[in-house]
Nanobody, 123 residues
Framework: QVQLVESGGGLVQAGGSLRLSCAAS????????MGWFRQAPGKEREFVGG????????YYADSVKGRFTISRDNAKNTVYLQMNSLKTEDTAVYYC????????????????WGQGTQVTVSA
């Protein structure tokens, strides 16, 4: 298990940007593929994107492709979600998660989760 703590959420106007961070502690962070998910009120949790343990592979949901970028710094045990051109529909609680799988998009494949950080995009 790895412990995860998200930060960086907040209120931003549509068209703006935010960068979320997810700090990890515990077992070796660099072993894990990391994912970002989000959940809006009244909606199911949605996969946003992921990054492999070596950062050699990134993959995104179609809804955020071209606007969001995931990166990681294994020396700092941190993964980032850069969100640009934000839309009101991006409003949600954002979670980071860790998996032993090389690539995963389903929440059930991720064994460790952070507590989430709220992102609110106003019109």
């Amino acid at each position: 298990q790895v412990q995860l703590v998200e930060s960086g959420g907040g209120l931003v106007q549509a068209g703006g940007s935010l960068r979320l961070s997810c700090a990890a502690s515990g077992r070796t962070f660099s072993r894990y593929t990391m994912g970002w998910f989000r959940q809006a009120p009244g909606k199911e949790r949605e996969f946003v994107g992921g990054i492999s343990w070596s950062a050699g592979s990134t993959y995104y949901a179609d809804s955020v492709k071209g606007r969001f970028t995931i990166s990681r710094d294994n020396a700092k045990n941190t993964v980032y979600l850069q969100m640009n051109s934000l839309k009101t529909e991006d409003t949600a609680v954002y979670y980071c998660a860790a998996t032993d799988d090389f690539i995963a998009t389903m929440g059930a494949d991720f064994g460790s989760w952070g507590q989430g950080t709220q992102v609110t995009v106003s019109a």
